[in-house]
């Protein structure tokens, strides 16, 4: 098994100077507060006419332009967008960077996909913790952390990892525990997972589950819960215990049934479709598709989201869950 950091792993005088969190969304808002609240030296880099320079403001910290907040900082990190983080680079960072400065990732895409192409004197690293960052934010004040990968893809100063981990440390991740990766690995892990199994392949799962039930005269109602709402159960299970773990609380009628007929759905042919989509992503032809959609104003996006919009299931799921205040949905 590979190692794992923590605690005791990172020191946190290795951020010795100024830290800059460029933007304050999901990833900036939980890394500035919980940085600033490990008694580090954070500002915060956001545009004068955004949201997030008064919510960084409200929260009490020091909020300045980023090329600013760049140009006091000795470890600048990037959490904007990805597909808006190759322009600001090229704008508001790169000019105001120095020799040993320390550039932060929370995701490789730009960087092993060549987007930015960082000098050679500054360090080039990654922290992604692995949540989102509302719960990196919560679980570090109830004192435990969220899980995370570091990664070091330039080594300009010599102690490019030791910095990496005490920034792991300041955000909470060291808590947790840490693991090594590299910025192709986890690039390359992160575009296959969300586009095979978490996002990609469970909702068209879903879908697929709840038309083939509606189209043969079930209750779309009936339907929704079945093939959406139960979803959570299960996947619960299997986080909280493992693949045995979720069979052992099951019934025996579906374990049988799920063991005999899940191959039906997901096989060898699917495993080639797999295949099919890590070529893709491996030789960057995602990478150069996505990046295309981006600069032609995203036309396929606006009309795969509207088809899933409309899909049938949302409007039933959207009253259903009108029905069942419990769930904090917006
Ligand atoms: P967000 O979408 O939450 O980022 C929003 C922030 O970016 C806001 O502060 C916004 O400022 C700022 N911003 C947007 N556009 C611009 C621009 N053109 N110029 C300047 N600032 C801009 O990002 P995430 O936190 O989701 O992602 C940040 C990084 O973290 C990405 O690399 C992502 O892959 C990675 N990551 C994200 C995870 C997640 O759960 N979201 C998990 C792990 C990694 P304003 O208020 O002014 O609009
Ligand atoms: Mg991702
Ligand atoms: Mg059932």
Redesign the pocket.
């Known amino acids: 098994i590979t190692k794992m950091y923590y605690e005791e792993d990172a020191d946190l005088s290795y951020l010795n100077e100024k830290i800059a969190v ?8 939980a890394h500035a507060l919980n940085l600033d609240d490990t008694g580090l030296d954070v500002v915060v880099g ?2 004068k ?5 008064k ?1 960084a403001k409200n929260d009490e910290l020091e909020v300045k332009k ?1 090329q600013d907040a760049v140009e006091e900082a000795k470890y600048i990190s ?5 597909e ?2 190759p ?2 680079y090229e704008n ?1 960072i790169e000019p105001y960077l120095d020799k040993g400065d320390t550039l932060f ?3 490789g ?2 960087v092993h996909y060549n987007q930015i192409k960082p000098p050679e004197e500054v360090n080039v690293v990654m922290v ?6 509302h719960l990196v934010r919560r679980v570090f004040k109830e004192d435990t952390g969220t899980p995370g990968l570091i990664a070091v893809n330039q080594n300009a100063t010599g102690d490019a990892k030791e910095i990496t981990l005490a920034y792991a440390k300041g955000i909470g991740c060291t808590k947790a525990g840490v693991i090594e990766t590299s910025f192709k690995e986890e690039t390359e892990t992160d575009l296959f997972g969300e586009q095979v199994d978490l996002c990609g392949g469970v909702t068209e799962m879903i879908k697929t589950t709840f038309e083939t039930l509606v189209e043969e005269g079930y209750q779309p109602e009936v339907a929704y819960f079945e093939s959406l709402h139960e979803l959570k159960l299960i996947v619960d299970l299997i986080h909280e215990k493992g693949l045995k773990g979720m069979w052992n609380s099951v019934s025996n009628t579906a374990e049988y049934g799920g063991l005999t007929r899940g191959e039906n759905i997901i096989n060898d042919k699917s495993k080639q479709n797999m295949k099919k989509i890590l070529d893709d992503i491996q030789k960057g032809k995602f990478a150069r598709e996505w990046i295309s959609e981006n600069q032609t104003g995203l036309p396929s996006m606006k009309r795969l989201r509207e088809m899933e919009e409309n899909h049938e299931i949302e409007e039933v799921g959207k009253e259903l869950r009108e029905m069942m205040p419990w769930l904090d949905g917006e």
């Open positions: 460029i933007g304050y969304g999901s990833q900036g808002h956001a545009r006419n955004g949201k997030s320079w919510k980023i990037m959490l904007i967008p990805d808006v983080q322009m600001v508001k990732f929370a995701h895409f730009n992604a913790p692995k949540g989102p960052g």
